[in-house]
């Protein structure tokens, strides 16, 4: 199951190593309710292995899109059964908002436009 959340960074951990073979790394972004901003939601991902370094460009309190899938596990122990899920993040997009400066385009000279090709009698 794949899904996009958008929202603002407002905790970054560490990488944990869990195990010599296995490292997780969790963020939480807060995602803004449009009726009434007392009701924002606070979504916690994880993000493992390879994909941890992911955060690395991202500040907090900046905006962003989160690609996740959940996954849910079954864990045993001394006979009991405990369920659990996870929401985890395969990829992340810096967005600009709309209070962010646009870059600016050069501006547009005719010099700049490449000549036109020679003409030859080649059909393709």
Do not use: H
């Amino acid at each position: 199951m794949n899904f996009e959340l958008n929202g603002k960074m407002i905790v970054k951990e560490e990488t944990q190593a869990i195990s010599d073979r296995f490292k997780k790394r969790e963020f939480v972004i807060e995602v803004e309710n449009e009726r009434n901003s007392d009701w924002n939601d606070f979504i916690k991902f994880q993000l493992t292995q390879d994909r941890c370094d992911l955060l690395e460009t991202v500040s907090l309190n900046e905006e962003i899109k989160v690609s996740f899938n959940v996954r849910g596990r079954k864990w045993e122990k001394d006979g009991k059964v405990n369920y659990f899920s996870n929401l985890e993040a395969w990829r992340i997009e810096k967005v600009q908002t709309a209070g962010s400066p646009v870059p600016e385009m050069p501006e547009f000279r005719a010099e700049d436009v490449p000549p036109a090709p020679e003409e030859d009698d080649l059909p393709f």
